[in-house]
C-alpha cells in the first residue's frame, strides 16, 4: 500500500493505508 493513495492493499486512513506498507 502507499501513503495518501487507494490501492489493492486496502483504503487509506489519515493519509496512511489500512493494511501493508
Do not use: C, F, R, Y
Amino acid at each position: 500500500a502507499k501513503t495518501g493513495i487507494l490501492d489493492s492493499d486496502g483504503p487509506t486512513v489519515a493519509g496512511n493505508s489500512l493494511s501493508g506498507t
